[in-house]
């Protein structure tokens, strides 16, 4: 049983413009949702993470939206930039933290110059 | 501050050889995992420790997989034998504890030939 479902699972975009990833999760009692960023040869990296008190957090231009009642969250990017372009996973955990995350499979970002 | 290090950067094996990957935490770190992330999935666990003691191999396939992590500080991973499925990059990740950040290492490429 996959708990976090991500789409789209590749994904291209203009320089400039707005990437949108989703997850949609099951478990009611996850209480932390990170998203990670992966560039070829490399491991995951954290990005920005959000707990289901909120409904959005902005960190530069990554924001994450949370929609607790609907089971899914979202990573916008603003201003993509080719820089970007990488593997994006979003994750969940009950633990409030590292333990036991669960990841989605992957969206495979480009963004064109 | 130096990241999570591990070791090979990559593997090739035949079926049935056994392999060892090692693993060095973030210094202070306290809990460190294993991840498997076959070639367009996320990481999936393997095995969690906190300090010495293990947390979670339920997802570990024990037949052929062990991990240990002696004095609480650096971790190995041991595959044997071998099978074809097994070709993957392993994944150490650590954080200061389980409801921290989870910083992840670049992985060993493992391929079963």
């Known amino acids: 049983q996959q708990q976090v479902k991500q789409s789209p699972q590749s994904l291209i975009v203009q320089k400039g413009g707005i990437s949108i990833i989703n997850c949609a999760y099951e478990n009611t009692a996850f209480d932390y949702f990170p998203w990670y960023q992966q560039f070829p040869g490399k491991g995951p990296a954290l990005l920005i993470a959000i707990r289901p008190d909120v409904s959005e957090k902005k960190e530069g231009r990554f924001t994450i939206s949370f929609n607790k009642s609907a089971k899914q969250f979202s990573l916008h990017i603003m201003d993509s930039q080719p820089g970007d372009s990488a593997t994006y996973f979003c994750a969940a955990s009950a633990g409030g933290g590292a333990d036991g995350l669960t990841f989605g499979k992957g969206t495979h970002l480009i963004i064109q110059p | 501050e130096a990241g999570v290090a591990q070791s090979p950067r990559y593997k090739i094996i035949e079926k049935r050889q056994s392999v060892a990957f090692w693993c060095n935490p973030i210094s202070g770190h306290a809990t460190l995992y294993w991840y498997q992330q076959i070639l367009g999935q996320g990481p999936k666990l393997l095995i969690q420790?906190?300090?010495?003691?293990?947390?979670?191999d339920s997802q570990l396939p024990k037949d052929r997989f062990s991990a240990e992590r002696l004095k609480g500080v650096d971790s190995t991973l041991k595959i044997q034998p071998a099978k074809l499925e097994d070709s993957a990059v392993y994944l150490c990740a650590s954080s200061q504890s389980p409801t921290e950040k989870l910083f992840f290492g670049s992985g060993t490429q493992l391929s079963v030939l």
């Open positions: 420790f906190q300090n010495n003691g293990v947390v979670d």
